[in-house]
């Protein structure tokens, strides 16, 4: 038979497992709602932009600035009140675009040259970027945060069934 202190043990760290990954879940939500987002492609001889933040508000007011593959300025201009910006290529290089939404919203989108010349048939749309780690990481918390409390259960069934056994 078991001490009665282990039981505690098991549930002070099952309950301080479940706390943390509260708090991670929480405090990732909020990182989330302030991230923003950029997204561009080409039509033609035209480049369209749009933006948005985590929440999905649209950036209105961004500040879009333009680099070529060297770093040089190309144009600058500000998104739309649907966060939308468009311009004419400026030359046939690989184009950097900078989104600046203002206390620290920062996000880039590159195009590589060889996108700049396509006919609109060939055309490639944007695409989300891969899961970002942190949510894979919160991922496998819930995971690890579920077989934990699956364990204790089962453990706890396994020793009630003992203590009748022992008291007859």
């Known amino acids: 038979m078991k001490p009665e202190h282990f039981k505690y043990n098991l549930a002070k760290s099952i309950f301080f497992l ?3 990954s509260c708090f991670v879940l929480i405090l990732t939500a909020a ?3 302030h991230r923003v987002n950029l997204f561009a492609w080409i039509e033609g001889d035209t480049v369209y932009v749009e933006s948005k933040f985590g ?4 950036v209105n007011a961004g500040k879009i600035t333009v680099f070529d593959s060297g770093g040089n300025e190309l144009l600058s201009g500000m998104t739309n009140e649907n966060g939308e910006f468009s311009f004419k290529v400026p030359k046939k290089t690989d184009l950097k675009i900078v989104l600046n939404a203002g206390e620290g ?8 040259a060889t996108e700049i010349g396509l006919t609109t048939t060939e055309k490639r749309q944007p695409t989300e970027e891969s899961l970002p780690v942190k949510n894979i990481l919160i991922g496998i918390g819930c995971i690890f945060g579920l077989s934990a409390i699956v364990a204790a259960i089962r453990k706890r069934k ?11």
Do not use: C, F, Q, Y
Request: net charge neutral.
């Open 158 to 168: 396994k020793n009630s069934g003992h203590h009748g056994d022992t008291e007859m």
């Open 105 to 112: 919203h920062r996000a880039e989108w590159s195009i590589p």
């Open 55 to 58: 929440s999905g508000r649209r």
């Open 31 to 33: 990182a989330d709602a």
């Open 18 to 20: 479940l706390l943390v």
